[in-house]
């Protein structure tokens, strides 16, 4: 773009803004107060001939920052891309946000009217202080590294090798296929979804080892993962040999490991030969060519006991639900019944889950007359001389205590995430990283640092060599938008390790971790985020001169994005960036910016804002994910909102800058609002650890507001998540009385 900045404000009449609004007086705070060379008013922006009369403009030379008043920003983002490479474009929402939650009476016409040229003076601000971004067009590596050689991993593979893209499988073990290869049967993947089939993990091994495009290394561990998106380096151990090579993603389908049964005495596991696992079960079944035969002695078992839920939906053990067992259990009542018709399975449940058409396949066993299903819980276990064992129910359906004489009895233990290292116990992990805690000393005295063990990935990322978790072992990811995404970007979960699924499941998982392996390439590639904002080609610029080594950025951002040298200067890594300002919140020097967001630029925004003399003002600051979408929904829905207040998006709140709260009180707003996403166990934040960090954050207020002679009750964050758009006017409305309540602010009128 030359030099010289050529603003043009677009001003669009239609769906009710030139009824509502005083167009002419609005196109003065664009020329008269701005100065803007270029100010049009069109009856209907977003159609082709209003598109046009941008575009002629810029293509004469006349403007290259847009700032179009019309819509929300929201709403027709393909219509008005004018190459923001070459252009700043600004969207003022005059529509969404003003004329649809303000009265048409023209006793309201003021407020409307104040509240439309606050926000034109707010977009052009921003239009004046961003600057477009300097194309970042890389050559990336396209090799996907699929890490487990499952069927998950198999399926992720094969998956891209189809679309054409390289992949290395790595498998610790010798052999490929996983637990799927131990199994004797499979759940019905086809109509009617009744009956048994047979494996199918032979073919897809096969398949793998015939693909020229996908390299296999069994036998083989991480030794170290290092760099980022489209520039991984991969170093691997293969039977004590090292080998290196370059990969552009990651796609993690390490799977699960069963539960330790050995922490389960008192079901008799370990004690009694006949009590065994599922997987042991399954074991027995595949040895027996489908003849079910006691481990004790090898005798036909006639009488079979399945527990569901052995150790599962207990605190003590496992505190969740596997998904898969109670299939398993009735696939395997359906071998007790298939190795001799005249023996019996009973299955004791404490709730019975097979979802979706698996229900199909349920009714086919309790159709059965052999298998007897009943709610209960397995009281204790004893055997006799000759290995029969003594099974106590209570049964719950029947309301009283029962004893079944059993053969065998399997214990649906459940799985576990390999993630999770054999000596941890799910319910006793480090936050956030799985390893140990000791204590280390460096130059800024004795910390707690993490000493990793049993590592999957060995990442030499400064925040962790693993991958962060969240409950239970899991990778951590925003559970809702990004089910495959984790917190280091490039770097994708698929299958059993992100949580309990059987092999159904995680083959159309590892298709979608695939493709958005490959996706995190082609972005990557072009200069773009990953997600949430794919469409974003800035990346974080620091004013090194002024940096102070604090090390604030590199232990905030939730990505790992920064690494930092010995003395504390940050190093940037920019392909693991998410371009969700953070660290420019984080930095109390302020040196971080982006092209077309900074600390400055939403300072010089505050400023521009017109505060009344009288009245309460309140300045919201919303989260562009959640709260300023729900802001929309008001006015889609034709709900009033106070005139007097001031929306400012935000990447994230996370990004918010102590500066801004002084800055905004200094002007004499009287209220601030940080509306963000839920945070807590089940956080809603699309960058994960936002919303807390503002709350955090928020607790350093009292300070400003001590200086300023305020009171701490003026700033307030509430948590919204965008379905509970209907709640926002009255939270701005109880909001405004408690500020009523408290006083104007005294810095007013200065």
């Not at 106070?642 to 800058?657: E, H």
Request: hydrophobic share 35%; charged share 25%; glycine share 8%.
């Amino acid at each position: 773009m030359a030099d010289e900045k050529k603003i043009g404000v677009y001003i669009c009449s239609d769906c009710g803004i030139g009824e509502a609004l005083d167009v002419p007086e609005l196109e003065k705070v664009a020329t008269s107060e701005f100065k803007v060379p270029v100010c049009k008013t069109h009856p209907f922006l977003c159609s082709r001939e209003g598109v046009q009369v941008i575009k002629d403009d810029i293509n004469n030379g006349e403007v290259n920052k847009i700032v179009i008043a019309a819509c929300s920003p929201r709403v027709n983002n393909d219509v008005f891309d004018f190459d923001p490479l070459k252009n700043v474009i600004e969207r003022v929402n005059f529509r969404e946000q003003i004329v649809w939650t303000q009265p048409s009476d023209e006793a309201s016409r003021e407020g409307s009217q104040m509240m439309a040229a606050d926000y034109l003076r707010m977009g052009i601000t921003r239009a004046e202080k961003a600057e477009v971004p300097e194309p970042k067009i890389t050559d990336v590596n396209r090799t996907v590294l699929v890490v487990g050689g499952g069927v998950t991993g198999l399926t992720a593979a094969l998956e891209a090798s189809q679309t054409g893209y390289k992949a290395v499988l790595i498998e610790k073990s010798s052999e490929l296929g996983g637990w799927a290869k131990k199994m004797y049967r499979v759940f019905p993947s086809k109509p009617p979804f009744a009956e048994l089939e047979e494996p199918t993990i032979g073919a897809k091994i096969d398949a793998a080892r015939n693909d020229s495009n996908v390299t296999i290394h069994t036998d083989t561990t991480i030794s170290s993962i290092e760099g980022g998106p489209g520039a991984y380096k991969v170093t691997i151990d293969r039977n004590g040999t090292a080998e290196t090579f370059d990969a552009g993603s990651i796609v993690l389908a390490a799977g699960w490991r069963p539960y330790d049964a050995d922490k389960l005495p008192h079901l008799g596991y370990g004690k009694y030969k006949n009590v065994v696992t599922n997987l042991q079960m399954e074991e027995i079944v595949t040895k027996g060519s489908g003849k079910v035969t006691r481990p004790s002695d090898g005798k036909p078992a006639k009488n079979v006991v399945f527990m569901q839920c052995a150790g599962q939906r207990d605190k003590e053990h496992v505190p969740y639900c596997s998904a898969v067992c109670c299939n398993v259990s009735l696939k395997q009542a359906k071998y007790v019944r298939e190795s001799n018709p005249d023996a019996g399975a009973f299955i004791v449940y404490k709730d019975m889950r097979t979802m979706g058409l698996y229900e199909n396949f349920y009714r086919s066993a309790q159709d059965d007359e052999g298998i007897f299903l009943t709610k209960g819980e397995i009281l204790g276990v004893e055997e006799t001389a000759d290995g029969t064992l003594h099974v106590e129910v209570d049964n719950v359906l029947l309301g009283r205590k029962m004893k079944i004489e059993a053969d065998m009895l399997v214990l649906a233990t459940g799985m576990v995430s390999s993630m999770v290292p054999e000596d941890k116990s799910v319910n006793n992990l480090t936050p956030e990283y799985i390893g140990n805690i000791v204590k280390k000393k460096t130059e800024d005295g004795e910390i707690e640092a993490l000493e990793p063990d049993s590592l999957i990935l060995n990442l030499k990322y400064r925040q962790g060599p693993e991958m962060p978790h969240h409950k239970w072992g899991f990778p951590d990811s925003h559970f809702i938008c990004f089910p495959y995404e984790t917190r280091r970007t490039g770097i994708y979960t698929a299958g059993a390790v992100r949580h309990p699924m059987d092999a159904v499941q995680s083959t159309a998982d590892a298709t979608g971790a695939t493709l958005k392996a490959i996706q995190c390439m082609a972005l990557t590639a072009q200069g773009r985020a990953v997600h949430p904002r794919t469409w974003d080609r800035t990346y974080p610029e620091i004013r090194m001169e002024s940096c102070t080594q604090c090390r604030r950025c590199t232990v905030e951002c939730p990505f790992g994005a920064y690494d930092e040298t010995a003395d504390g200067t940050p190093l940037e890594y920019p392909s693991r960036c998410r371009r969700c300002g953070v660290c420019m919140g984080a930095c109390p020097q302020r040196v971080i910016s982006f092209k077309d967001y900074s600390v400055d630029m939403i300072s010089s925004v505050l400023k521009s804002i017109e505060v009344p003399d009288e009245g309460t003002f309140i300045l919201g600051f919303v989260c562009e994910n959640d709260a300023y979408p729900a802001f929309d929904m008001v006015g889609l829905n034709r709900m009033s909102l106070n005139p007097n207040i001031r929306l400012i998006p935000l990447r994230c709140l996370g990004g918010l800058n102590l500066v801004w709260i002084a800055d905004a009180l200094s002007r004499g707003i009287d209220g601030i609002m940080l509306l963000g996403c839920k945070y807590g166990d089940d956080y809603q934040c699309h960058y994960v650890k936002g919303s807390q960090m503002a709350n955090e954050r928020l607790g350093k207020v009292q300070e400003t507001l001590d200086r300023l002679m305020l009171e701490s009750e003026r700033v307030e964050q509430v948590q919204l998540s965008i379905n509970e758009w209907e709640k926002l006017p009255g939270i701005i409305a109880d909001f405004t009385r408690k500020i009523d309540d408290i006083g104007e602010n005294p810095y007013k009128g200065f």
